[in-house]
Nanobody, 121 residues
Framework: QVQLVESGGGLVQPGGSLRLSCAAS????????MGWYRQAPGKQRELVEA???????NYADSVKGRFTISRDNAKNTVYLQMNSLKPEDTAVYYC???????????????WGQGTQVTVSS
């Protein structure tokens, strides 16, 4: 079994910062991309930022220059540093990993349980 455990969400004022962490554990052979998605009430889940095992990143235009993703491959952990937070960043943030549990198996997506980020004064 594979688990993705997120931490670091909470309530922050506009302009503030938060750092999310997500650690993958369990029967993991290899991890391709890891990333963060978010879902606000009444909206579809959207990509925030993702990073490959080689360090290439992909991000939403709305977070450009404010959010930074990083990854510790040795710890199977991905981080999201969020600065200059805005009320519109309020959402449940989900960790995602595209990984293989065995050399013979194809990779598939795994998801964390989600962590709430609320930006409000």
């Amino acid at each position: 079994q594979v688990q993705l455990v997120e931490s670091g969400g909470g309530l922050v004022q506009p302009g503030g910062s938060l750092r999310l962490s997500c650690a993958a554990s369990g029967s993991i052979f290899s991890i391709n991309a890891m990333g963060w998605y978010r879902q606000a009430p009444g909206k579809q889940r959207e990509l925030v930022e993702a990073i490959t095992s080689g360090g290439s990143t992909n991000y939403a235009d709305s977070v450009k220059g404010r959010f930074t993703i990083s990854r510790d491959n040795a710890k199977n952990t991905v981080y999201l540093q969020m600065n200059s937070l805005k009320p519109e960043d309020t959402a449940v943030y989900y960790c995602n990993a595209d990984l293989r549990t065995h050399i013979l198996y194809r990779s598939r997506d795994y998801w964390g349980q989600g962590t709430q980020v609320t930006v409000s004064s």
